[in-house]
């Protein structure tokens, strides 16, 4: 069974820091190109950031120079260091395994049920 489990969400300031941590067991996580989506209310789910199964990252421009995603293949966990947040960062946050990297259409694939972040102003 596949299980995909996000964390470290949070209320945090104008300017702070976040890092989210997403565990996945019940695949070959190491073989699985891994993502971060958001969603905010009324918004549709967009794409934040991946890395492929290789270590190639690729960032959404609304967030490149301030995230930061990597993964430790032997821990099966996926990381996204968040920095400089503002409240257009305010979101639930989605990890998901084995979509394409990138990719415009977040469906598919293995998903988290999401870590809620909220940065007040």
């Known amino acids: 069974q596949v299980q995909v489990v996000e964390s470290g969400g949070g209320l945090v300031q104008t300017g702070g820091s976040l890092r989210l941590s997403c565990t996945a067991s019940g695949l070959t996580f190491a073989d699985l190109n891994m993502g971060w989506f958001r969603q905010a209310p009324g918004k549709e789910r967009e794409g934040v950031s991946c890395?492929?199964?290789?270590?190639?990252?690729y960032y959404a421009d609304y967030v490149k120079g301030r995230f930061t995603i990597s993964r430790d293949n032997a821990k099966s966990t996926l990381y996204l260091q968040m920095d400089s947040l503002n409240p257009e960062d305010t979101a639930m946050y989605y990890c998901?395994?084995?979509?394409?990297?990138?990719?415009?259409?977040?469906?598919?694939?293995?998903w988290g049920q999401g870590t809620e972040v909220t940065v007040s102003s």
């Open positions: 998901a395994a084995g979509l394409p990297c990138p990719t415009s259409t977040p469906r598919g694939g293995y």
């Open positions: 890395i492929s199964w290789s270590g190639r990252t």
